[in-house]
């Protein structure tokens, strides 16, 4: 089993900044891919990023990349996502994922660990 819990969230203003950060407790050794969704209300969970523990290899969504930038700490079990020139339509809760599949994964199906959310609002 591997608990997460996110932390980081908040409100910003529209171009401002945010750091979201998700550690990893129980099995993590086993632990090799990482992501991020994201849900807005009355709208499907959507991928954001993610990332492979041993290679370091990652993804973006269209929507966030060059803005967003997603990495990870393994001494700290932590992974972070980094959020830039953030807009009103980045306003959603952002889940932190994890699985023991070796990968870098876009599809929420493939993951086994989620965290509780946590809420990022960006005001206009």
């Known amino acids: 089993q591997v608990q997460l819990v996110e932390s980081g969230g908040g409100l910003v203003q529209a171009g401002g900044s945010l750091r979201l950060s998700c550690t990893a407790s129980g099995r993590t050794s086993s632990t090799y891919a990482m992501g991020w969704f994201r849900q807005a209300p009355g709208k499907e969970r959507e991928f954001v990023a993610a990332?492979?523990?041993?290679?370091?290899?990652?993804l973006y969504a269209d929507s966030v990349k060059g803005r967003f930038t997603i990495s990870g700490d393994n001494a700290k079990n932590t992974v972070y996502l980094q959020m830039n020139s953030l807009k009103p339509e980045d306003t959603a809760v952002y889940y932190c994922?994890?699985?023991?599949?070796?990968?870098?994964?876009?599809?929420?199906?493939?993951?086994?660990?989620w965290g509780q959310g946590t809420q990022v609002t960006v005001s206009s």
């Open positions: 990332i492979n523990w041993s290679g370091g290899r990652s």
């Open positions: 994922a994890a699985d023991q599949t070796m990968g870098v994964f876009i599809s929420a199906s493939r993951y086994d660990y």
